[in-house]
């Protein structure tokens, strides 16, 4: 599978990401061309050769006739599910925009739907976002990684007013990422880079081990005297040890329970489930002086630790819970959209260690059309396999 790992060594932004992309290889006029599948008018799009600190790279510039114009989450997520785009590019597209809403929603305290994007909804970060998802498609890039990002400090100016470095909404996308500060005085990640990293599920950490086949750079518009403004992009086929370096490093909280009332138990892994987890098991376990107990066993990420102790020690009568490290490969996967005879819905696709395609309904997607149709959750299930099929 094709595998670029971005280097953020001076942080990352849509512009930089799209120059980054463009220098690997994805043709401007393309990229135009591409973009015409929404209805944006009144924008152009440049790619200039620039130098930063001796480093060659290439600087995208968007030109628009809008000035300051304000676009809503609802009405860009309406613009891309109704747009022609491929399904890769439109399911990538639409989580960049949602992880940048929800975060705006929390920080400003409105509902995600109504968030005004300012200068995240104006058409030039629209064309850097799905300019960014078209050139991954381009390219082939199945799954990404990054480092860990900086994020500059200082203060910031924009619609809201002036706001600290690194932006509130920044600090909400980036949630769960590893990043560090820093002594430059500027903003080194914006939302819409943020926002590009986590909508496409990279992972974090140091570079895997590479068959580089690429290595692009893009520039920002500052230049900085201690350091090139620039995102490294490094496009490879991942090799050997790549799959552990990949690895995520989780955390299974555990405890044995041998006296408390099994009711419970379905109560507690629902709420399990609501402080984050991301899986929840119950074992058979034979507990001292022959008793039958229960091993619970819980698997999440380490900053939600605390809270599932919590939930284990308020929730049941465990006296003691105990946890270790582990790590987890995943197949690279994301949500996309398909027509199937029940309509349009969402399936999971994922990629498999050869580069083939995997195609997975969803359960409660499933479950919907049974009980909406009343239909054998079997057919149900059998139907939308014959409509992936062929995309296999």
């Not at 403004?229 to 086929?237: D, I």
């Amino acid at each position: 599978m094709s595998f670029a790992y971005f280097d953020c060594f001076s942080g990352i932004s849509g512009d930089m990401t799209l120059g980054a992309l463009v220098h690997l290889g994805v043709p401007v006029d393309w990229l135009k061309g591409s973009l015409q599948a929404l209805p944006l008018d009144g924008f152009d799009m440049q790619a200039h050769t620039v130098t930063r600190h001796g480093m060659t790279a290439v600087q995208v510039t968007v030109q628009t006739e809008e000035d300051h114009h304000h676009r809503h989450y609802g009405h860009i997520r309406s613009m891309l599910e109704n747009s022609p785009l491929a399904a890769r590019v439109k399911s990538r597209s639409l989580a960049i925009f949602e992880r940048i809403a929800s975060a705006e929603a929390k920080v400003h305290g409105c509902p995600v739907d109504h968030v005004h994007f300012h200068e995240v909804g104006a058409m030039d970060a629209i064309v850097d976002v799905v300019g960014s998802c078209l050139a991954m498609e381009y390219l082939g890039i199945e799954a990404l990684a990054a480092s860990a990002l900086p994020l500059g400090r200082g203060f910031v100016t924009c619609a809201h007013g002036v706001l600290p470095v690194p932006a509130p909404a920044v600090l909400e996308i980036l949630k769960g990422v590893p990043v560090y500060g820093g002594d430059v005085d500027i903003e080194l990640v914006t939302p819409t880079g943020a926002g590009i990293l986590t909508g496409t599920q990279a992972k974090f950490g140091p570079m895997p081990p590479l068959n580089i086949s690429k290595v692009g750079y893009g520039a920002g518009t500052r230049e900085l005297s201690r350091q090139p403004n620039l995102l490294r992009v490094v496009l490879g086929e991942p090799v050997g040890a790549a799959v552990e370096a990949q690895a995520e490093r989780l955390l299974m909280v555990e405890t044995c329970i041998d006296d408390m009332n099994p009711e419970i138990f379905g109560y507690l892994m629902e709420t399990l489930f609501g402080d984050g987890a991301l899986d929840v098991f119950w074992l058979p376990a034979q507990m001292k002086k022959n008793r039958p107990g229960t091993l619970v066993q819980v698997l999440c990420a380490p900053e939600q630790k605390d809270k599932i102790i919590a939930r284990l020690f308020s929730e049941t009568t465990s006296l003691g819970v105990r946890y270790h490290e582990v790590k987890r490969v995943a197949l690279p996967r994301q949500t996309v959209t398909v027509d199937s005879a029940y309509g349009t819905l969402a399936v999971k696709r994922a990629v498999g260690p050869d580069g083939e395609p995997r195609w997975i309904p969803e359960y409660e997607v499933c479950r919907r059309i049974a009980q909406e149709r009343k239909l054998p959750l079997r057919t149900v299930y059998e139907t939308i396999r014959r409509t992936l099929r062929p995309l296999s």
